[in-house]
């Protein structure tokens, strides 16, 4: 299960004065501090099978690096905390990106439910997310954390939502220690807790594009 937090970060100066302490050790520890762009795509069916079921299929590219990630069951939220099952599977092309193939996940049970689900519909492009990343694994008490930064966009039909928060997710340890240095930061700097998903923001997007057209069919 993944565990995390997510945040929002009111401005750019705030996000940088949080990732300057970052690095100066105050939190632990930084190990392998890097900036990366992710750029990534999530798929469903015409019909939105995998939404209606829960489950959400994701290809991102972190440079050369891409991966394909199946998150199902849905998220739980409490106050900025987010739990959910994912699994990753890493890919060899960016080609996916364009035309991701439900096999992706074929050797895991959920894989094979998600095949299941999909059945003979084809996968078609719902949203894109592009992020320039912060991130470094941090040594916190008695526990391996990751801090993010995320500053960028979702995009969905025409549509865009800006993103610029904070992510600390739990590597090894006691959750308890990645929501004390979440309220930590936040306290500090004015941050609020971000209940929803990129995906979940991506939704709300294209809920809205849809209410648009009906709108205008109305009129």
């Not at 829960?54 to 739990?83: D, M, P």
């Not at 739990?170 to 930590?184: A, F, H, I, K, P």
Request: proline share 2%.
């Amino acid at each position: 299960m993944e565990q995390e937090t997510k945040y929002t970060i009111k401005d750019d100066k705030t996000a940088d004065l949080i990732w300057e302490e970052v690095l100066s050790g105050i939190y632990g520890d930084a190990i392998n501090p890097e900036t990366v762009l992710m750029e990534g795509a999530y798929y469903d069916t015409p019909s939105r099978v995998l939404k209606n079921n829960n489950v959400a299929l994701r290809v991102r590219c972190e440079g050369a690096i891409c991966f394909a990630t199946l998150k199902w069951g849905g998220s739980k939220v409490v106050q900025g905390l987010h739990e959910h099952q994912e699994v990753n599977v890493p890919i060899d092309t960016d080609s996916c990106l364009i035309a991701p193939s439900v096999d992706l996940f074929e050797e895991s049970i959920d894989g094979q439910k998600m095949s299941d689900l999909v059945g003979d519909e084809e996968l078609e492009l719902l949203f894109v997310t592009q992020v320039t990343r912060r991130r470094a694994k941090l040594h916190y008490r008695s526990s391996i954390v990751e801090l993010a930064i995320d500053r960028g966009k979702v995009s969905a039909k025409g549509k865009e939502a800006l993103i610029s928060e904070m992510e600390i997710e739990l590597y090894s340890g006691e959750l308890g220690d990645v929501l004390n240095l979440t309220q930590d930061i936040a306290d500090k700097y004015g941050l609020e807790a971000e209940n929803r998903s990129k995906y979940a923001r991506a939704i709300a997007l294209l809920e809205e594009e849809k209410h648009d057209i009906e709108k205008e069919w109305e009129s």
